[in-house]
Structures are given as C-alpha cells and as structure tokens.
C-alpha cells in the first residue's frame, strides 16, 4: 500500500531559510568615560579648589556582541504560517561600574568585567482560521513563544558581583537571586526557619548566609493575537430591466 506524504510541495506556498553572523558594538559611554577629569566648582577652607571628578581608565572599551542567527520562514496551504529563529550571542568587555581603592581618589570606576553568552529559539505561528476571498468574515489568529538562556562566561578577576538581591557568578545565568534560602516554620513553637550557607537549617537571619538561588528569567514566554476583520462589498441597487 503506498502511503502519500501529508503534503504536497504545491502546498508550500513559501519557503525560506535564512543565516547571519555580526559584530555588534555598544558604547553605553560618554566621548570622555576613559579620561581622568576634575572638577573645579568645589571649595577648600572658603578657597576655589579642585576635585577629582572621574578617574582615567585608559583600557576602557566598548561592549562587543557577535551574533549568529539562523531562521526559516514556511506558509502551507495559504494558510499556515511558521517562522522561527535560534540564535547564539556572545558579549565580550560587558560595561559595568566596579568598585576600586578609595585610594584612587573614587568609590566606583566603569570598566569592561567579562563576558556572557545568550542564546535561545523563537518561534511564531500564524492560521487563517476564517479565510474568504471576497467579501464576508477574516480570522487570523497568531501565536509567539520565545525560550532563551543566558550565562556569565567571565567575569574580571573571577570576582562575583552582587547586585542587591541578585548576583554575577561565573557559570549561573544573569539573573539570579542571591538570598537567604526559607526553611519554613518550626511546627513547635511557630518560629522561622532559614538554610545558612551550607543547607543546615537555622532561626538566625544573617546576610552571611545568601547564596545564588533560582533566577527570575522566564522559561518559557509568548503571547497570541487575534485579528477579525468583515469586509462589506460595493452597494449594488436593484435596477429595473
């Protein structure tokens, strides 16, 4: 029995695929971010005086993004529309400020502190549930989900940066929490409970004890759309013949 292929190629109304690969440059900084500058609107016992306004960093540069992408487009049926894409990004010199030696004469300096990896798979889907040619009812419905994952590939010094309840570490995602762990509550008495930093559970609540836990980056994201539509044909009056 010979068994035909649940489409045909004069079904496939388009077909495309597509592949790209960049460099993406962002600055993120003032034509003088890099330089040593001064400010002289300060005072000194009553007397004009100079300050130091922004300490010179002269190896910094911008964030470099290289981006590979691939992608395929399909319509079948002249109906169903499929696009997708999956991409793989990587940043090198991420700008951020890192505290330095009060000794510099500053608290904080922009530097360039690693690097990171996004990378992910999109996809939309499109129906034309209600299709007519002419005049009468239109429906097309239209769903996007989107799954991505990033990572902290490097970071300056192997140093980790804590963010207020989030954290970046080498080798977790960017967006992870770095909390207290909640152990529940002693059955006994009512109190709280926590985990210190090494899983053992304790009443005591004490910052010491934060470590990465869980990220706020979304599994899964998307959303869908509906467009209907009428169309009313010319007004064609009854004629007498």
């Not at 911008?62 to 992608?71: A, K």
């Not at 967006?175 to 930093?197: C, E």
């Amino acid at each position: 029995m010979h068994n035909e292929p649940f489409y045909k190629l004069k079904d496939v109304d388009v077909f495309k695929w597509k592949l790209s690969y960049g460099v993406n440059g962002n600055s993120r900084l003032g034509s003088q971010q890099a330089m040593g500058l001064y400010s002289y609107s300060s005072s000194y016992a009553g007397e004009a005086a100079g300050a130091l306004a922004q300490c010179p960093n002269p190896s910094l540069s911008w964030e470099t993004t290289h981006m590979l992408n691939g992608g395929l487009r399909l319509r079948l049926y002249d109906r169903l529309d499929v696009d997708m894409e999956v991409y793989n990004n990587k940043t090198l010199g991420l700008l951020t400020d890192l505290d330095v030696s009060r000794l510099t004469g500053d608290t904080r300096v922009k530097r360039n502190m690693g690097s990171m990896r996004n990378r992910g798979i999109e996809a939309t889907i499109g129906f034309d549930v209600i299709k007519t040619e002419k005049d009468g009812l239109n429906w097309y419905f239209e769903l996007n989900v989107a799954h991505t994952r990033n990572k902290v590939l490097k970071l300056y010094n192997g140093i980790s940066k804590v963010m207020g309840n989030k954290i970046w570490m080498e080798g977790v995602d960017v967006n992870t929490y770095y909390l207290i762990r909640w152990a529940g509550v002693d059955p006994q008495d009512g109190a709280p409970l926590w985990y210190d930093a090494n899983g053992n559970v304790t009443r005591t609540y004490d910052l010491s004890n934060r470590v990465p836990y869980k990220s706020s980056s979304p599994d899964v994201s998307g959303g869908f759309t509906n467009t209907v539509s009428y169309r009313i044909g010319r007004y064609h009056p009854w004629r007498r013949t």
